[in-house]
């Protein structure tokens, strides 16, 4: 306020008290109030947010919150006087939380990241290693029994027992490398053929 204005015994109102009759006012029915509590008190808020480092748009986007927070809470405010001590503190916490979200949400460099991460196999080379042995159990498959039940052994033993796998196939012992070859050979034409669709 100038000087004379002071003079005629005209003090300046504090934003507090300035808050707190716009607030009692607007409790009232005055709906324009709410605007003069706006204006008197988002100056206010911005130094508050703006405190703790924000920039320009997280500190809005604080201030915005802490606006309709009021809004939706406006009614547990008792005492006029408390309405700027509410907003700040309401701004306070929200510009808090937002900065620890922010901390959250760094980016981090990839080699950083890489060494704190289990060795997991990516998602596309798992879906790569899928598709292959669906095609490859596709075209075993499409081999003749005999072949299929050679095949289904060997994949899944180390070292598999041929005095056994004679008697299970019914085959002689030195006939099973040789038929082995010949069906892994159907193995590879099926899945050739089933290439070319």
Same mark, same amino acid.
């Given at each position: 306020m100038s000087e004379n204005r002071r003079a005629e015994g005209q003090l300046d109102?504090? #934003?507090?008290?300035?808050?707190s009759g716009a607030f009692t006012a607007w409790r009232a029915g005055d709906a324009t109030a709410v605007d003069d509590l706006v204006a008197t008190m988002t100056p206010v808020l911005w130094h508050v947010v703006r405190a703790y480092g924000h920039d320009r748009e997280a500190a809005g986007d604080v201030i915005q919150a802490t606006w309709l927070g009021f809004v939706? &809470?406006?009614?547990?405010?008792?005492? #006029?006087?408390a309405v700027a001590s509410w907003l700040i503190t309401s701004a306070r916490r929200g510009a808090a939380a937002h900065a620890r979200t922010a901390r959250r949400a760094d980016p981090v460099e990839d080699e950083v990241l890489a060494a704190v991460l289990p060795d997991d196999v990516s998602a596309e080379t798992v879906a790569v290693l899928d598709d292959e042995?669906? %095609?490859?159990?596709?075209?075993?498959?499409?081999? @003749?029994? %005999?072949? %299929?039940? &050679?095949?289904r052994v060997i994949a899944f033993m180390d070292r598999p027992d041929y005095q056994s796998?004679?008697? @299970? &196939? @019914?085959? #002689?012992?030195?006939s099973i490398g040789p038929t082995r070859a010949r069906c892994l050979a159907k193995v590879r034409t099926a899945l050739a053929e089933g290439g070319q669709r």
């Open positions: 109102e504090s #934003p507090w008290d300035k808050a939706r &809470l406006h009614q547990t405010i008792e005492d #006029p006087q042995a669906a %095609r490859l159990w596709g075209a075993v498959a499409k081999v @003749d029994e %005999r072949c %299929r039940k &050679l095949l796998l004679s008697q @299970d &196939l @019914d085959m #002689p012992v030195g």
